[in-house]
């Protein structure tokens, strides 16, 4: 093994929210001797690689941005992804980040060295040893393409929607597009006028809400400028709004009846076709999938160019796709709108913690973390959007500004204690996943569904059941007692008062 080139303190993986935020408050608390490892070659994470035509955020634009960086400037209540990606440019730029960040460089290996109580990372830019390592990779960063018979031989041009091909002309086009999730929904209205034919390839149909985007005025954002209480306010009632979702998702699935109502309504107003309405129409409950916001979605599924085919694919051939009834249809372009592997990220091949174990050994099939951060037989490691951190209504960044402060919670401790390092224990890991299955029995997301919140084990290893403050009420503390200190790897814990 090669030695390492350049050693830190802190390492951070990513420049998404996650590695960005991280990266500020770091900085903001005086330390500055972190570096960010990054693929890319510029910040953003999700909304660097997601450009689609039509791409946007689904939560408001005032929840879902840092609460230490407000913008006044949104230009909607739901901004399009250039005004995301370049609002965390600025970010990085105002918190002079750049510096800190080592682009186009892709962390291959992260092994924790026992005997050293460091990190050693293997990159594409030569090794890094660090003596914390925060993993911000993101829970939806690698495309999951199906594995469709055939498919490599198919001579058109095939993309997943994160990885959308700007130099390719669709105008005129026959396109397939496979799935119709929360990408898809805001591509295909896009892209619908200006193809040939669109057939829309579906496994199962989402429940869509209407979308109450809307522009925000000149008046208004200059009213937020002069007044940033009126933009918390604003925040907080978003925020309030939101929570209310809970209630049904997580209390009482019955209260999702209110809007499946709405959703019917919906596309009852948007679709007249029988045929269409029978097949659009979900066969499960709303919320145990991702509920969906779009005014389009229908109007472009009603469109002549557009077929819906609802019969699985089970063949693709050079120039067609052969679906399960027997027809084939010609297509020039296959888009991928399947989402990204959520619960088998590639990282846990190669985040090899104490002894050498890999996550995905440590997982045995489900990802578990304490607080969705801290995972025992991995020291120094802190994932932001770990396991059972993601929501379905609300916003990441506050699961991962809540993840933050537990962050600097455990590094203050570290200090206070004179302890090298830091790791949950198992017994707290395992009762605080107790817990959680324990919560997630009766949600709307165990009423039976097929969904990518759930893992291979059939566990719900993605989403948090509870009020998204409980989460940063716990989150916020660090909690020493549920935790090894030591002051060397090898050396015995450090005092902890009961
Ligand atoms: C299209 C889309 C829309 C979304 N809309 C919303 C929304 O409205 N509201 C919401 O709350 N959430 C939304 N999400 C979820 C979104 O992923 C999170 O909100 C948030 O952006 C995640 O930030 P992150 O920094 O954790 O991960 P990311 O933004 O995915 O960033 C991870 C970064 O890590 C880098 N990385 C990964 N592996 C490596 C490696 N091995 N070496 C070096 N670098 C690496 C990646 O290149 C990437 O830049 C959306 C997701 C998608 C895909």
Redesign the pocket.
Known sequence: MDEPRTTVDTAI????????GMAIRLRRHGIDDFLV????DDV???????TYPG?A???PSHL?SFSFAPNPDWSQTYSPQPEIRAYLQRCASEHDLHRSIRFG????EADWDDGAGRWTLQ?SDGPVSARVLVA??????EPSIPDLPGLDRFEGNVFHS?RWDHDHDLGGERVASVGTG??AIQYVPAIQPKVARLHVFQRSAPWVMPHPNRRITAAERALYRRLPALQKLNRAGVYAGRELFVLGFVKDPRLMRFAERIARRHMRSQISDPWLLERLTPDYTIGCKRILPSNRWYPALAKPNVELVTHAITEVRERSIVSADGSERKVDTIIFGTG?KVTDMP?GHWVRGRGGRKLVEAWDGSPRAHLGTTIAGFPNLFV??GPNTG?GH????YM?ESQIDHVLGALRAMRERGAAVVEVTPEAQAAYNRELDARMEDTVWNTGCASWYIDASGRNATLWPDWTWRFRRRARRFDPAQHMLRAAPTAAPVEVPA
């Open positions: 993986i990513g420049a998404g929210f996650s590695g960005l490892l990054e693929r890319h953003g994470g999700t909304w660097w690689a997601n791409c955020r689904d939560v879902y460089t892709t962390v291959t990159t911000g990779m993101g829970p939806l960063t994160a929360a990408s990204f990282s932001l959007l929501l609300s916003s990441m960044v991962i």
